[in-house]
């Protein structure tokens, strides 16, 4: 009787044990809550939240009819034409707009479409689509042309120092290539796709 009450005692404490064996491995485990989540957070804060910054969200087109819509719900873009079928009215003679048609046929400048509308200001706003992002602005810096606006997958030139003003709100940056024409301090600066260059909220008229 003896040894079956000891064998009894026995298995009890070797199960009472074990329990409290797995009660602190799951303690263990969750000493900073869950560790998988707990890795999985600090991944994501890794990403976006650790002091890195964020780059800007700039905004998208799929094409020439999405540019216009974007640029009139914060400046305006009127009568919308082809590239070449500005260059052929007679509105070249007064008002010539950005670049030309010889700029699309170019791979450099991966320039996919180029259109032109008004502001109602009656000038002339360029719209380019682009293919290749990094070309563009790779030509731009090479070839010394100035600044313009910037967003995901597109570019704009505006035809009036008030449209430029009307699109300080539009989310587009400027892409500044300028390095002897430094920007005013107080303005957000991020590196381009080119060495070289940034885009800035700083807007040039």
């Not at 590239?83 to 046929?105: K, L």
């Not at 360029?126 to 810096?141: A, P, R, V």
């Not at 699109?167 to 920007?183: N, Q, R, V």
Request: hydrophobic share 30%; proline share 3%.
């Amino acid at each position: 009787m003896r040894i079956r009450r000891a064998i009894t005692i026995g298995a009890l404490l070797l199960m009472s044990a074990s329990l409290t064996a797995c009660g602190d491995d799951g303690d263990a485990g969750n000493s900073d809550g869950d560790g998988k989540s707990s890795a999985s957070t600090s991944k994501g804060a890794g990403k976006g939240g650790s002091g890195e910054s964020a780059s800007t969200e700039l905004p998208e087109a799929s094409d020439m009819a999405s540019i216009a819509y974007y640029l009139n719900e914060h400046a305006s873009c009127l009568d919308l034409k082809t590239g070449v079928e500005y260059d052929d009215s007679n509105y070249t003679d007064t008002d010539p707009a950005w670049g030309d048609e010889n700029m699309t046929q170019d791979p450099a400048w991966g320039i996919k479409e180029r259109a032109v509308c008004m502001d109602k200001y009656n000038d002339a706003n360029t719209l380019l689509l682009l293919s290749d992002m990094k070309k563009f602005q790779t030509s731009i810096k090479e070839r010394n042309y100035g600044s313009i606006l910037i967003g995901k997958d597109f570019a704009v030139d505006p035809g009036d120092a008030q449209t430029v003003q009307e699109l300080k709100t539009s989310g587009l940056k400027t892409l500044h290539c300028y390095a002897e024409h430094p920007i005013p301090s107080g303005y957000k600066q991020e590196p381009a796709l080119v060495a070289g260059c940034v885009l800035t909220d700083y807007y040039d008229d």
